[in-house]
């Protein structure tokens, strides 16, 4: 898809003398040549065949593909003669025509036909407003189908080589030739990486079309801007292609053409140039090279290697996605299960947040990650809250709109808190950006929960927030059914738009199996009782040490331990809580733990494992990752009987009723005494996460929801 910067450019090239372009883009070419020499006008990496390549037809070395664009009616007076050396020399080549720009004649259309080449539609005007919106592509689309139609023409070429080749759906071609494999120079400069065509498909009914990038420089660079007297770029790049098995495809303009000795003008070379690699075409590689037409690479291309053959085509690039999360990254683990699940299909950017220790820019496992310091915890209560919300959304705003003119993103992914992100996705939409919204977790629930419980006006806004964020999103994703159910009822979003993607355990549920425990966990002959997960007022831990005080006295300090693995607002209060109960004896707090495989050892030792969130406005409609992480690990659970609590954990924990700490108390103790019961109810979660409750099931409707995004 062509940048914002080109979109202006377009806009006002009308104005610019033709002259002064040529001399801006002359400057631009030669300060930016040697930034480009490793992969310009060779790109090693785009040598790589196909998955299953078995060669081009009567075992040729490498194909060779000619083809011409005519840009202007002066290029059109050209074509005749052009077409003429070719036939001299035994070629035959493609010639593309821009509909409406110039009237091109059915006489020189048949004449080119009649001699075996080849006509196809290289636009209807060259404005450069193709993508200037989806409506417009569609309606220039329908018109470029009727000359397809009239001219009997299967194959289409880009004006300027901009191109969104999922839009290109729209037309009914056998191939596209509006890619390359490299060249920096052009107004979308990102290349598409292969020497090789490939197969792009239309993933709602397996139809498509191959696309076939043009692999030499063209000669308007060479000549008109670089102003060579030579064709050794050509001959360089031809011997590279060979040399890989490749696709040598070139195209050449007869406007900038100059012929029969005529002085050549400001962007003119002399047609010999064109000749000579022809003719070193023939010397050099004489009988070892495949010369077809542009639409015999599309036939064969099809036929072997369109996906679901025996050959996977290459892929097309990869549309760019930004993910934005106020937490950590990797360890927000439904975050880093998201990105490298769609990784695969999308390059995909993840701003988080940065500790100390951790790099601003990183590459994990081919995600892009750009990290900000977190905002100062001042401990100024609504306001640090606000604070907060407004600084991860400026700071991921302005990352956004720098990285937006060297990278243009299809999809910006938020994660909420907070939903103010929502401005992010419309400033996006102003570039026809496609928003998600990650619903993780009720911001207007979690204020309340997290301070005085009363619906004031921070209350509002973030109502507000949530529904703007809803509203404007392409694609909304919940954690499960009660959030979708809020978002269709407060909000009034239909249900096509909305996607569950459940979390699951981010452990192996035989990891038991492979781990030897550190010897700095204390275990010896204890049993363990375990949390893990966030501390703050909203999670409980106040009422697992409440609950751990009725048990006292049963207790044997000596043979008992409570872990709690995790940070938040409220870890201060509840170590004075522990204190003041008399808890500090057999109740540890460990901080946060970075290390996965450290809580792995921690879960391995556990006997029962414990969520202690209680009935709230936020808690009566939130999935608890951390039960279902202990459901993986086979470990029994006590919690309360909250709606989606249940969902997960039914069968395989003690349910105790909402607000009964007492009965909570007894559930620890008759699962710590109950080895058998232990087992049966740590089996069952296993069972549940295997069927049901894994990231393979849940990705499913991820991959549906960027699936509806078309990008």
């Known amino acids: 898809m062509p940048t914002f910067k080109n979109k202006i450019y377009y806009y006002f090239k009308p ?13 631009y070419v030669s300060r930016q ?32 593909v000619l083809t011409h664009d005519v840009d202007t009616a002066k290029g059109l007076k050209k074509c005749k003669a052009l077409a003429k050396i070719e036939e001299q020399l035994g070629f035959r080549s493609s010639f593309n025509f821009v509909a409406e720009r110039y009237k091109t004649s059915p006489e020189l259309r048949r004449y080119l036909v009649d001699k075996g080449f080849e006509v196809g539609v290289h636009g209807l005007y060259h404005d450069g407003k193709y993508f200037v919106s989806r409506d417009e592509f569609q309606r220039r689309a329908a018109k470029i189908n009727q000359y397809l139609k009239e001219w009997d023409a299967v194959g289409y070429r880009s004006p300027s080589m901009q191109h969104n080749l999922d ?8 191939y596209d030739a509006s890619t390359f494999d490299t060249d920096p120079f052009e107004p979308q400069p990102e290349g598409i990486g292969t020497i090789f065509p490939f197969w792009v498909s239309n993933y709602s009914d397996n139809k498509g079309y191959v696309e076939l990038p043009y692999t030499l420089p063209q000669d308007f660079t060479l000549f008109v801007l670089l102003r060579d007297e030579t064709i050794d770029a050509w001959k360089r790049k031809l011997d590279w292609i060979a040399g890989h098995g490749g696709m040598a495809l070139i195209i050449t303009h007869p406007d900038y053409m100059s012929f029969n000795g005529a002085a050549t003008g400001l962007e003119e070379y002399p047609v010999e140039y064109y000749r000579q690699f022809l003719e070193y075409i023939k010397s050099r590689y004489h009988d070892r090279y495949w010369h077809a037409l542009p639409k015999e690479i599309a036939e064969f291309w099809r036929k072997n290697y369109k996906n679901g053959n025996s050959a996977t085509a290459i892929s097309r690039k990869k549309p760019n996605v930004l993910m934005v999360v106020e937490n950590y990254f990797p360890s927000d683990i439904r975050v880093k299960r998201e990105a490298y699940t769609l990784k695969d299909q999308y390059n995909i950017t993840v701003i988080a947040l940065k500790r100390k220790t951790e790099k601003i820019f990183e590459r994990l496992d081919g995600v892009n990650v750009i990290r900000i310091p977190e905002f100062p915890k001042l401990g100024l209560g609504k306001i640090q809250y606000i604070a907060e919300y407004f600084y991860l959304t400026f700071c991921s705003t302005i990352i956004f709109m720098s990285a937006f003119l060297f990278k243009r993103y299809k999809a910006i992914h938020v994660h909420n808190p907070p939903d103010t992100l929502f401005l992010i996705g419309l400033i996006g939409k102003i570039f026809l950006t496609k928003f998600v919204f990650d619903h993780h977790d009720l911001s207007p629930e979690l204020y309340l929960t997290r301070f005085s419980g009363k619906k004031d006006f921070v209350h509002k806004i973030l109502v507000l927030c949530e529904k703007f964020s809803c509203k404007l999103a392409d694609a909304v994703i919940c954690t499960n059914a009660s959030y979708k159910q809020i978002a269709m009822e407060r909000h009034g979003i239909e249900p096509k738009k909305i996607h569950i993607v459940r979390n699951d355990p981010v452990i192996d549920e035989c990891f038991l199996e492979k781990i030897n425990p550190d010897n700095q966990i204390e275990k010896n002959q204890k049993k363990v009782l375990l949390y893990i997960g966030s501390i703050n007022p909203q999670d409980g831990v106040d009422v697992l040490l409440n609950s751990l005080h009725y048990l006292a006295n049963d207790l044997n300090k000596k043979d008992f331990i409570c872990y709690i693995v995790g940070e938040g607002d409220a870890l201060q209060s509840v170590k004075k809580i522990a204190e003041e109960l008399n808890l500090s004896d057999f109740v540890q707090f460990t901080g946060y733990i970075f290390d996965r495989e450290k809580i792995k050892e921690y879960l391995a ?13 936020l808690n009566r409609h939130s999935t608890f990752i951390k039960i279902m992480e202990y459901m993986g690990a086979g470990k029994p659970i006590v919690a309360f009987d909250l709606k989606e609590t249940r969902y997960s954990a039914d069968g395989t924990a003690i349910l105790v009723p909402t607000g009964d700490i007492q009965g909570f108390a007894h559930a620890i103790k008759k699962l710590l005494e109950e080895f058998q019961t232990r087992e049966e109810l740590g089996r069952a979660g296993i069972e549940r996460i295997k069927k049901e409750l894994n990231w393979e099931n849940a990705s499913k409707n991820l991959k549906e929801a960027y699936k509806s995004l078309k990008v």
């Open 15 to 27: 104005l610019i003398p033709r002259r002064l372009q040529i001399g801006l883009r002359r400057m």
């Open 33 to 64: 040549i040697n930034r480009f020499r490793n992969i310009w006008p060779i790109d090693e990496s785009a040598s790589k065949s196909p998955e299953g390549w078995a060669g081009w037809p009567e075992g040729k070395r490498f194909a060779l």
């Open 167 to 174: 839009w290109h759906l729209d037309l009914n071609i056998e």
């Open 605 to 617: 030792l556990s006997d029962v494992c414990v969520e202690p969130a209680p009935d709230n406005e």
